[in-house]
């Protein structure tokens, strides 16, 4: 089997760059030949985007050349490096992008020749896949951006809905993803199948010596509003509990530099940046409470690796989430679930919602720090079972029985 994966962004700097390193490098695991395109900047090295495959066999789409003029479009309106957003794009930026595309997946298709083409995120660069390429099976991972995209950039939601509407097999994160899809995008419920996502679990696993004697709070994402930072640290500044929060992460532009800022001037609250994978398993070894008040999250991976690494868990109470946490961790404590607030869009917090959103927010993490003062601990057999369901190995198998069904029909 020959697999092309495409990708429109940088891969590893996001929870979709993540899972399209993960998806190589089990492919790579299982003898698999493969090739990827991705979108990098002008100047990054191949090397940098960390797949464990040959360089020959990675295809770029530079952004910030003369051809493409600008950086890397992101799902997100804030990303963890610099980057141009979808919302913005006008016919002349839209015939760029696709031009771009096009050349090089014309490139990667004629030098690799693949039986089947995975791409992430039902969104332009998978409609153009599709139209450029009729016969060959094209199957996409959904990350839920593509989602919030349908909104926030609404000239290009009748092009992507008419274009992905072609692609072979649709596979999601969980079942209210999955509806969402069948409904936005019209698709027939048999082309949708749900093949969640994963964690690296040689990574990812229990170190209790390695926790830190003061209690630790972690958050890991991008620094931006749309992920509830700026009332995290609003929350942490009020609490009356002697503890740490760690800001694991990064972000581009005016809304990310100034909740750097802000986690500067407040007390106990250390800026990690962006870390590579081993990095972030070490700090969740070392905490002991992982913090998550996004108003939106596809699947977050980090919830899956901070249970592993045996944190507490503070999550906003968004669809997929309790699919994925299992009850008992909620109803024992180990997991709290704050409401998520009325949104305007797709993710903005009007004022009259801000001070319960703080309130809860503040009342949960008093809660999982009096917890972790106390020593509570829990053990969770129906939660390890899904954390062994959830190693990349697992999703990897769902997600190859969709290769074979694609390639080999009934």
């Known amino acids: 089997m020959r697999i092309l994966h495409c990708l429109s962004q940088i891969p590893g700097k996001t929870g979709s760059g993540v899972f399209l390193q993960a998806i190589v490098r089990e492919s790579a695991a299982n003898k698999i030949e493969q090739a990827v395109v991705c979108g990098l900047p002008a100047t990054m090295p191949l090397e940098e985007s960390h797949l464990e495959i040959d360089t020959e066999n990675i295809f770029p789409v530079r952004f910030e050349t003369n051809t493409l003029p600008f950086p890397v479009t992101g799902m997100s309106a804030v990303m963890p490096y610099p980057s141009s957003r979808f919302s913005a794009f006008n016919r002349l930026n839209l015939e760029q992008y696709e031009a771009a595309f096009s050349k090089t997946l014309k490139e ?46 609404p000239q290009l939601a009748a092009i992507v809905i008419e274009g992905v509407s072609r692609v072979d097999r649709v596979m999601v994160l969980n079942h209210d993803q999955r509806r969402q899809v069948i409904k936005e995008y019209g698709f027939p419920a048999e082309k949708v199948v749900v093949t969640g996502t994963g964690y690296r679990q040689d990574l990812f696993c229990r170190s209790l010596a390695a926790k830190e004697k003061l209690p630790t709070i972690i958050y890991a994402g991008k620094l931006s509003r749309a992920k509830g930072v700026p009332w995290l640290l609003k929350a942490f500044a009020e609490l009356k509990n002697e503890s740490v929060l760690w800001l694991a992460g990064s972000g581009d532009g005016p809304e990310s530099e100034a909740i750097r800022v802000t986690a500067s001037a407040t007390p106990n609250v250390e800026l990690l940046g962006a870390l590579t994978q081993a990095e972030l398993a070490a700090r969740f070894q070392r905490a002991h409470i992982l913090v998550l008040p996004s108003f939106y999250e596809g699947l977050p991976l980090v919830l899956l690796e901070a249970l592993a690494c045996d944190c507490r868990v503070v999550v906003t109470d968004l669809p997929g989430i309790r699919e994925l946490l299992i009850a008992e961790t909620i109803a024992e404590g180990l997991v709290s679930c704050i409401p998520l607030p009325p949104l305007t869009g797709p993710d903005t917090l009007e004022t009259e919602h801000e001070k319960p959103f703080l309130s809860n927010l503040k009342k949960a993490l008093s809660e999982q720090l009096k917890r972790v003062k106390e020593q509570q601990f829990i053990c969770s057999l129906k939660l390890q079972k899904r954390l062994d369901e959830t190693g990349w190995h697992q999703v990897f198998k769902r997600i190859g029985n969709v290769y074979n069904e694609v390639i080999h029909p009934k």
């Open 108 to 153: 990667a298709i004629t030098k690799f020749s693949p039986d089947i083409i995975h791409t992430h995120h039902l969104w332009i660069m998978t409609a153009l896949t599709k139209k450029l390429f009729p016969n060959i099976p094209v199957i996409t991972s959904v990350h839920g951006t593509e989602l919030r995209k349908l909104k926030l950039a």
